[in-house]
């Protein structure tokens, strides 16, 4: 007889994905909701949930709910109440990771704070008010290293400032300057190719504001969060490239 060699519950959780009844299920799903909701014609996954009878359907990084028949659809968040998870938050964070090491960190210029030791990615806007928020508050955090992506996208003037810093002689100085102390950056010109880049790496990833933050381990938190809270995030997941 030969052993398993794979955990009985993962080996009956393949089966049953591959199985004819939940093929079955997965093809009645999608014709009812492409019928119903044209928007819903390529859904990229469905996927049973931990709640009996409740289906995850997910369209790129977006996670709606359904019936088994198609018949409802839900838009919100599912709880696990009893581990006090979320776990739409989860299965969204796991979506949209981001593989760090393989961000082009030659289309970024760095600030470092201290030895710099702990690694953390920022997509930002020069006229982003919540972006100078965001680097004042980092003043405080310290041994760490920010890997700043210029994404121009808030105004149209932002591209001009953000060639300008990165035209720069120190393009970290002159990002600073302007950010915390509201100097204007000077003219300046060079080959802008990486703002470019950068603009298409958002879009492809679905980067629609900033600050936009990348940790280590993968997870991007949209928005100027605190920096107790970068502190926390920095520990958890660990040293960068």
């Avoid at 006090?84 to 949209?96: A, G, I, P, Q, Y």
């Avoid at 210029?150 to 400032?161: G, H, N, R, T, V």
């Avoid at 190719?193 to 958002?202: F, H, K, S, V, Y």
């Avoid at 997870?219 to 960068?240: D, H, Y």
Wanted: charged share 25%.
């Amino acid at each position: 007889m030969k052993t398993l060699t794979r955990p009985l519950p993962l080996l009956l959780a393949a089966l049953l994905l591959g199985s004819p009844a939940a093929q079955a299920q997965d093809a009645q799903i999608r014709k009812t909701l492409a019928e119903r909701i044209p928007q819903l014609a390529q859904i990229d996954e469905v996927r049973a949930t931990p709640m009996k009878g409740l289906y995850e359907i997910r369209i790129g990084t977006d996670v709606y709910y359904t019936d088994a028949q198609g018949n409802y659809l839900i838009q919100g968040e599912l709880i696990d109440t009893k581990a006090r998870r979320n776990l739409t938050e989860d299965r969204v964070n796991k979506l949209s990771a981001i593989d760090y090491k393989s961000l082009p960190f030659k289309d970024a210029f760095t600030v470092v704070h201290g030895k710099g030791e702990r690694q953390i990615v920022i997509f930002e806007d020069p006229n982003c008010g919540y972006c100078k928020r965001f680097e004042r508050d980092m003043q405080k955090v310290d041994n760490v290293t920010m890997h700043v992506f210029l994404y121009p996208i808030l105004s149209p003037d932002s591209a001009e400032k953000s060639r300008n810093i990165w035209c720069a002689r120190e393009p970290a100085s002159a990002w600073q300057d302007h950010m915390l102390r509201d100097v204007t950056p000077q003219q300046a010109s060079c080959d802008v190719a990486a703002l470019e880049r950068n603009l298409a790496l958002g879009r492809k990833h679905k980067i629609t504001g900033t600050p936009t933050l990348i940790f280590p381990d993968g997870t991007r938190v949209p928005g100027a969060i605190s920096s107790q809270e970068v502190e926390r995030r920095l520990a958890q997941a660990g040293n960068g490239k």
